[in-house]
Nanobody
Framework: QVQLVESGGGLVRPGGSLRLSCAASGIIFNIYAMGWYRQAPGKQRELVGT???????NYASFVKGRFTISRDNAKNTVNLQMNNLEPEDTAGYYC?????????WGQGTQVTVSA
């Protein structure tokens, strides 16, 4: 059974940093692309960025070089390092595994950026 569990969310002041992690189990992790998404209240879920099985990354335009996605295949984790956070980054953050027949989602972790 595939399971994705996010952690690392919390409350941070504008300009601060957070590091989110997503731990995967029940899969051969290193063969799948992974992604981070976010959803703010009243808004649609949007893509933050993706990382391929080989480690290549792509980011949404709003990231503006502030976020970095990485993966540790030995630990079955994908990480999202977020720097210079803005109030507009407040949202639930979700990791996603791009499966062969279906995609899998974690339960999400809340990030709140506020003074």
């Amino acid at each position: 059974q595939v399971q994705l569990v996010e952690s690392g969310g919390g409350l941070v002041r504008p300009g601060g940093s957070l590091r989110l992690s997503c731990a995967a189990s029940g899969i051969i992790f290193n063969i799948y692309a992974m992604g981070w998404y976010r959803q703010a209240p009243g808004k649609q879920r949007e893509l933050v960025g993706t990382i391929t099985s080989g480690g290549s990354t792509n980011y949404a335009s709003f990231v503006k070089g502030r976020f970095t996605i990485s993966r540790d295949n030995a630990k079955n984790t994908v990480n999202l390092q977020m720097n210079n956070l803005e109030p507009e980054d407040t949202a639930g953050y979700y990791c996603k595994m791009f499966g062969v027949r279906t995609d899998y989602w974690g339960q999400g972790t809340q990030v709140t950026v506020s003074a």
